[in-house]
């Protein structure tokens, strides 16, 4: 098979590897697409160690090709979302069912190979069979909205309710259309207005670009009082963290799904005084499902958010695309 290998920070190289076979519980998947993210570039420019050489690659779609002995899940030729991390399901967390939070998790394209290749080894319980004909670029969103439907439902949002989110990348376009279909009214804010549009186009009733104003202002105009009720926060920047507290009315709940990198500057007495009500989401649980059926019936668009599309061969570009001011998803078809 053809496969990204990368040797290096920013060493990637498309060249032909052993095709996987698959061993007990497992299934080879032939990849259709594969999606970047910040994670995909965090690792391929250094930033975030992992053991080399690997075959990066955790968003992504295809067939099943072949499944191993013991595998009942899915069979051969199968339309598949793969779910990239699976847990070890023995420790006290798993059998919490906080499977999210294992410590021995792993997530496949980051600790083993993923899915920048032609062929994906993965355990087959991460498979999640999908409607036939559903449009490739719906499948592709399939992982990152399920990580926006866990923090929705984390928020506790009700229907009427205020809401703000906060970046408006491919988790915040896709948490704006997601609390929408629990009936919240919706502000959409980020620091840069390029992509407000289309917040708006998916949903946002209001929109506020961080470097034309304050984002507290525009959630007390929005919501008519002291802010609003629930925020999402998706940038992952300290500054973002900051932000979004400062989004939420006093007795208000944020969700941070973000993972920054650097220390934030909470004024805690002001999270006391104020009541408000901090929430860490963390990828899924058993959300997959549940984001399968929003894209399938259409409440729930993805299309929009697919940007760029590369060949395998083309990867390179493709990781500088995922960078550019103009990019929100890219994908690559092997």
Not at 27 to 32: D, E, I, S, T
Not at 63 to 87: C, F, H, I, L, M
Not at 201 to 220: F, I, T
Request: glycine letters at 12%.
């Amino acid at each position: 098979m053809k496969a990204a290998v990368l040797y290096a920070p920013k060493d990637l190289r498309v060249q032909v590897a052993p095709d996987p076979a698959p061993g007990v519980g497992e299934a080879l998947v032939r990849v259709r697409a594969a999606g970047l993210c910040g994670t995909d570039f965090r690792i391929w420019a250094g930033d975030r160690p992992v053991r080399y050489p690997l075959i990066m690659g955790h968003e992504f779609v295809g067939e099943v090709a072949a499944v191993g002995p013991g595998v009942q899940k899915v069979r051969p030729g199968d339309a598949v979302a793969v779910e990239p991390n699976y847990s070890c399901g023995q420790c006290a967390l798993c059998r919490e069912g906080n499977r999210n939070l294992c410590l021995s998790r792993t997530a496949v394209g980051i600790d083993v190979d993923g899915g920048l290749a032609e062929l994906a080894r993965v355990p087959a319980r991460c498979c999640w069979p999908t409607p036939k004909g559903m449009p490739l670029a719906s499948l592709l969103l399939a992982e990152p909205l399920a990580v926006v439907v866990r923090a929705v439902r984390r928020s506790g949002v009700r229907t009427a309710e205020t809401a703000a989110v906060l970046g408006a990348g491919t988790l915040g376009l896709l948490a704006v259309q997601v609390l929408r279909t629990h009936g919240a009214r919706v502000l959409a804010v980020s620091r840069s207005g390029r992509r407000l549009l289309l917040a708006r186009e998916l949903g946002a009733e209001a929109v506020q670009s961080l470097s034309d104003g304050s984002g507290a202002d525009a959630s007390r105009r929005f919501s008519g009082r002291e802010g609003v009720d629930v925020v999402i926060e998706t940038a992952g920047t300290p500054e973002a963290v900051e932000e979004a507290l400062g989004l939420a009315r006093p007795g208000g709940r944020v969700v941070l799904t973000g993972l920054p990198h650097e220390p934030s500057r909470v004024q805690f007495s002001t999270v006391v005084r104020r009541e408000l009500t901090i929430i860490g989401s963390m990828i899924y649980q058993d959300e997959f499902p549940e984001a399968m059926r929003l894209l399938e019936g259409g409440a729930v668009k993805a299309d929009p958010l697919v940007t760029h599309r590369f060949g395998l061969d083309a990867v390179g570009e493709a990781f500088i695309a995922q960078q550019s001011a103009a990019s929100i998803k890219v994908a690559v078809i092997p």
